[in-house]
């Protein structure tokens, strides 16, 4: 597997409150989080540096086989622990009073994958030219929308889009959403906060993630481009791993 990671400030904020991380933490897995923070001055910088820790240490520490029935509910336990760390921490301090993070993640082998994810952060899979979204965002706009009471075009442009219903560290319990997936040579999974989904139309990023590209770092700075070309009004975070058998395992990182 080969990954990648990008994060950039953009144009108009002066805090990146987004977080990122990628690993091969090896037995064949591969894994990464991207989290956006929110919250008052500088508060969700900490919530998604907070919940990126934790996650990278559980994901990092993952040894059951994928396969396995349980390792859906060990995702849900190992969110559930950074959701404990972000509340607590926001609730002895009256400066992070209120804090939170969206957050979305991934854990891989060679053949499935579990994706994770509460609030609008997303991931996405590319599979012989057609991308699909994995993950449904947890925003008000979006259940207007899949009740039947929002055009999509309305939902594009509602000045309220960016209200989440679902957030991780807000409140003491959550419920996380979490689905398998089949991964298989040649995919490409993107994980990516709004500042670009939000920017960036799905067919500009299909054409970005569908490049013949064999270096990743090369497309996460593309994707990041592209969201700079369409205002950069919100930090903007890519995390991507590519399935290649061929590729030998790399060191990851985090941003």
């Not at 950069?232 to 030998?248: C, K, M, R, S």
């Amino acid at each position: 597997m080969k990954t990648a990671m990008r994060s950039h400030v953009g144009k108009v904020r002066q805090i990146n409150e987004d977080r990122a991380w990628v690993a091969l933490p090896g037995n064949g897995l591969a894994a990464a989080v991207v989290a956006d923070g929110m919250g008052g001055h500088k508060a969700g910088e900490v919530a998604s540096e907070l919940a990126v820790e934790s996650l990278s240490r559980s994901l990092s520490a993952w040894t059951e086989p994928l396969a396995a029935e349980e390792t859906e509910e060990k995702l849900r336990a190992a969110v559930r622990s950074a959701n404990a760390v972000v509340y607590e921490t926001a609730s002895g301090n009256e400066a992070y009073s209120n804090m939170g993070t969206t957050v979305v993640l991934a854990l891989l082998n060679e053949s499935e994958g579990l994706i994770g994810h509460i609030g609008d952060s997303r991931a996405y899979r590319l599979r012989d030219g057609e991308l699909r979204q994995l993950t449904e965002d947890h925003t008000l706009v979006n259940e207007l929308a899949r009740s039947g009471q929002l055009s999509p075009e309305e939902a594009a442009r509602h000045p309220r889009r960016n209200v989440l219903t679902r957030a991780l560290g807000t409140d003491k319990e959550v419920e996380v959403d979490v689905q398998r997936i089949d991964w298989k040579p040649g995919d490409r999974l993107l994980l990516c906060s709004d500042g670009l989904s939000g920017l960036v139309e799905g067919n500009m990023i299909l054409g970005a993630l569908a490049e013949p590209r064999d270096d990743l770092e090369q497309l996460a700075d593309r994707l990041i481009s592209l969201a700079l070309l369409a205002g950069g009004d919100d930090n903007v975070t890519v995390a991507l791993i590519e399935y290649d058998a061929q590729a030998a395992d790399g060191e990851g990182g985090s941003a």
